[in-house]
């Protein structure tokens, strides 16, 4: 090897060098085609799902071939998986499902939901949470912005109030996840979501 490859192989190594403690965060948004990106040396920690769009309708990209890839490419490493807060996105039934197979093909993957308080508004929703392979669901504790009146008509609970009726489920089924986080409510409209270390993590007991 030359001087100048060996200069430009250390250069485009350290331009690939992260600073310690940076979190490598990749999305997959809705609108794309779903492709994270191909250039990472190792795993991101992190990979947010934009599972829905604004009518609650799943991704094109969002199926067995796409979750096949994803394993295949990092299976063995210990990644977060957010399905973040896009309408209908927490609780759908194709969301829950990948959720599912997800834990039981990739046990070192952690994954958390987020959702606004109005979202699980009903008996059957909280019952879905509450068996859901989620480890971990975290609430804005606020109506969802923009929500159709016929959208909020549901329980109206406080996020105390859902919580606690979470947790009354959980013991009923036996079930000991998700652990639920509050995050305050975002004002104005349009501030980013608190940075995950901006919550109140409920590790109360269940009871008995």
């Keep these: 090897m030359d001087s100048d490859s060996s200069v430009e192989q250390r250069r485009a190594t350290q331009q690939k060098r992260r600073p310690?403690?940076?979190?490598?965060?990749?999305t997959a948004r809705f609108d794309s085609d779903g492709v994270l990106q191909e250039d990472l040396t190792s795993a991101p920690a992190e990979v947010m799902i934009e599972a829905t769009d604004s009518e609650g309708e799943v991704a094109v990209w969002f199926d067995d071939y796409w979750w096949t890839d994803l394993i295949e490419r990092w299976v063995d490493d210990p990644i977060t998986l957010h399905i973040t807060q896009t309408p209908g996105a927490l609780l759908h039934?194709?969301?829950?499902?990948?959720?599912?197979?997800?834990g039981?093909?990739?046990?070192?993957?952690?994954?958390?939901g987020h959702s606004y308080r109005s979202d699980v508004s009903t008996d059957d929703a909280i019952e879905s949470l509450a068996c859901s392979a989620y480890h971990e669901v975290r609430f804005l504790d606020q109506t969802r912005p923009g929500a159709p009146r016929s959208d909020r008509e549901g329980l109206d609970l406080s996020v105390d109030e859902l919580f606690g009726r979470i947790r009354r489920e959980q013991v009923r089924l036996g079930a000991t996840r998700p652990v639920l986080v509050r995050l305050p409510a975002q004002?104005?409209?349009?501030?980013?979501?608190p940075s995950p270390g901006v919550c109140e993590r409920d590790t109360s007991t269940l009871p008995a």
């Design 20 to 26: 310690p403690g940076e979190v490598v965060r990749v």
């Design 93 to 102: 039934p194709v969301v829950l499902h990948q959720m599912e197979m997800v």
């Design 104 to 112: 039981r093909v990739a046990p070192r993957w952690r994954m958390v």
């Design 187 to 193: 004002s104005p409209v349009g501030v980013k979501e």
